[in-house]
């Protein structure tokens, strides 16, 4: 009886929405290009401003924690305080109100949602960095950062309540606050469970890349001669290509130089374009469908890149700051100029950026391939001031991705000290994937300060829903207008680049180890590879508070029924409430009915206003009468009956929901590949693919 009133006044909610979008007028939106009164503007510039200081001062306060990392406090302190977000209950935990939040994992919001704590934060690791007992880390500065991090919680929570506070007058509830580390840890509050565990890293994400690196230019030069259909190496330079401009902001601009026999530029274009999401989608489209075929020809590449670098900039479409050219190949020059002719052209144009244009520009080179000839590729990066690394086949557990990351931390270099101390980036107006709503990231890089030059220790944002904007201004978040005032937010600053021969080399030596540098430096790392605590004894061997949840699907974890603090087996998901939704009452097949019938009136009705000219005969109701009603219903009846059967008792004696037939993804395990590091020993860790967890915003 319950579920069949349920299903009818979901049908009535139905036909009233769809009256509604009949008979009301579309809201107005603001002209392409349209300016908003100068008092609006005021008012969202103190919004935007506002949240610039709050992630300057989270900045600030994590800044302030790295300091005293190596405190026994905190390392002894550490130990069973930190929540996973994927194995740990959470304390204070309830489920969400269908007015901040709606999970549509765990529902629609109306009888059931996900669980969340605004008092503590979760710590998330990649799969991969994740191996040791309890899915605890082993790499000792992976638990120093979770560790110092730890000591920013209470600000977190306490800046959490303020934002609520804040927010609340434009009718809008807070979002996250987060931070993300170099080496892939992440920190958020509040406090969720990870849809889909392991996969989550910071460092692939625009918000990371924007605060770390700056407005830049990137060309990508990939190598598509015969020999990448290799050991997955083709499908290695796609997955990195697409990850690198998915990171890309509207602040950048960016190219694709796919090369064999010759080279040219991917989509036609003939200079490097903004990174809209427009146009990054049109761009991994295009890199999707690249193919191995050809012979190897690095001066045709490297001519084509610069010359695109060349045109952007007369044309005025450039960034304006820094230039990166990262070329991937696996092989010997088979075609065009030697190896000694394409360093000289290199050395002359970046020569010429600088003179001509005042403009720095580096170049980066990849080795793919456990067979790949590493000479051509590591005497162009040391001969030209650029950075080199090795990359493992995809067969072998090679990770171009992490890889690449040597980039941004270049750039990084460049942000943490002078004009740049206090900058910020902005991410464009996206979709949060959790609201399904239209929001923002702003984003600020975080040093240790006391080294020279600074050490990039990562990226701490704030996420805000684009509704108070949208209030304010009458405008829609994706508009034309809109956009123009996050381009201009994001290009205020460039880095600046004057490092060192031995802050060149290690960073080589973080990308690649020992043999990526190009020794030309004797006298250390400081500044550039963090320094181990020496204290190790007292790092905590398990960071989890608890791992109630271990094994446990997401459903089971965090799905839970309104104003309740634990989960439900009977919140199943999407598919509707209790255990039985998954299968049709009689009740929801008569709504379903109902919302039918009413559909086609309101439909008749709307073309008769309109004078529709089309036979009224056209929308009467079949004369069949629709079959397999009663055995259909009797089938269902039977099927809970069975799965009533099969499912195990619980501790209070209720049956246990039976599996859904829909598995989670699963997490796909990496091994370590030595020979290059984010950490303290040169070591590089394969991350697992890409993927949306489902509970991170950006």
């Not at 209950?89 to 629609?108: H, K």
């Not at 799969?127 to 992976?142: F, M, R």
């Not at 000591?151 to 987060?178: C, H, I, L, N």
């Not at 061997?541 to 459903?555: I, P």
């Amino acid at each position: 009886m319950i579920r069949s009133l349920l299903s009818l006044s979901l049908a009535a909610s139905l036909l009233l929405l769809l009256l509604l979008l009949l008979i009301a007028p579309p809201a107005p939106l603001a002209v392409a290009g349209a300016t908003a009164s100068p008092e609006k503007e005021q008012e969202v510039k103190i919004i935007l401003e506002r949240m610039e200081a709050d992630v300057l001062a989270f900045r600030s306060a994590m800044e302030s924690a790295y300091a005293d990392r190596c405190s026994t406090e905190t390392l002894t302190q550490c130990a069973y305080s930190n929540y996973n977000d994927c194995t740990s209950s959470l304390p204070n935990q309830i489920c969400m109100e269908p007015e901040e939040l709606i999970m549509s994992a765990c529902g629609s919001g109306q009888e059931c949602n996900a669980l969340w704590s605004k008092t503590v934060s979760t710590v998330t690791f990649p799969s991969a960095l994740a191996q040791g007992y309890n899915a605890n880390p082993t790499d000792p500065e992976l638990i120093e950062t979770a560790c110092y991090t730890r000591r920013t919680e209470e600000y977190m929570v306490d800046k959490y309540k303020d934002d609520q506070a804040f927010w609340s007058q434009y009718g809008v509830s807070p979002s996250w606050t987060y931070f993300g580390a170099h080496n892939g840890m992440f920190r958020q509050i509040p406090a969720t469970h990870a849809q889909t565990c392991g996969l989550y890293d910071p460092r692939r994400r625009p918000w990371f890349v924007a605060a770390s690196s700056g407005p830049k230019d990137v060309v990508l030069v990939i190598d598509t001669s015969g020999s990448m259909d290799d050991y997955g190496r083709m499908a290695l330079a796609r997955e990195a290509a697409i990850t690198i401009v998915e990171t890309l902001t509207v602040a950048d601009r960016v190219a694709i130089v796919p090369f064999s026999t010759s080279a040219y530029m991917l989509g036609g274009e003939t200079k490097l374009i903004r990174a809209t999401k427009d146009n990054k989608d049109r761009l991994i489209r295009a890199i999707k469908g690249l193919s191995a075929n050809g012979a190897t020809n690095f001066g045709a590449a490297f001519s084509t890149a610069f010359n695109a670098i060349d045109t952007t900039i007369r044309q005025e479409s450039t960034s304006g700051c820094n230039i990166a050219v990262l070329f991937m190949t696996d092989g010997q020059i088979t075609e065009g100029i030697g190896a000694n002719s394409v360093i000289s052209l290199v050395n002359e144009q970046i020569r010429d950026l600088s003179t001509r244009y005042g403009r720095k520009a580096v170049v980066l080179t990849f080795s793919l391939g456990v067979n790949a000839d590493h000479d051509v590729t590591k005497t162009i990066a040391c001969q030209t001031n650029g950075i080199w690394t090795p990359v493992d086949d995809l067969a072998f557990g090679g990770d171009l991705v992490s890889a690449m990351s040597s980039y941004y931390k270049l750039f990084a270099l460049g942000l943490g000290e002078g004009d740049n101390g206090d900058f910020t980036a902005w991410v464009e107006p996206y979709m949060f994937f959790t609201e399904g709503k239209m929001g923002t990231t702003v984003s600020a890089p975080v040093y240790d300060r006391s080294v020279d030059p600074p050490l990039f220790l990562g990226v701490v944002a704030v996420d805000s829903l684009m509704d108070a904007l949208e209030q304010v201004l009458g405008e829609d978040a994706t508009s034309s207008a809109m956009l123009e005032r996050f381009v201009l937010l994001s290009t205020a600053r460039c880095p600046r680049l004057n490092l060192t021969e031995c802050e060149l080399d290690a960073l080589r030596y973080l990308g690649g180890g020992e043999d990526a540098t190009c020794g030309k430096c004797t006298s250390g790392r400081s500044g550039i590879v963090p320094e181990q605590c020496r204290a190790v004894s007292d790092l905590p061997r398990d960071l989890w508070a608890n791992t109630e949840y271990d094994g446990k699907e997401y459903h089971e974890r965090a799905c839970c029924e309104l104003g309740e603090s634990s989960p439900s087996d009977q919140c199943t998901g999407p598919r509707g409430f209790g255990a039985a939704a998954s299968s049709l009452s009689t009740g929801a097949i008569v709504g379903i009915a109902v919302a039918a019938i009413g559909v086609a009136l309101l439909i008749c009705c709307y073309c008769y206003r309109k004078k529709a000219k089309t036979p009224r005969n056209e929308f009467a109701p079949s004369n069949g009468k629709p079959s397999g009603g009663s055995s259909t219903s009797n089938q269902q009846r039977q099927q809970r009956q069975q799965r009533q059967t099969n499912g195990a008792s619980t501790t209070n004696g209720s049956k246990k929901r039976a599996p859904r037939p829909d598995k989670d993804i699963p997490v796909v395990q990496a091994s370590v590949v030595s020979g290059s590091g984010t950490g303290y020993d040169g070591v590089n860790v394969a991350m697992p693919p890409s993927a949306n967890p489902g509970y991170v915003q950006n």
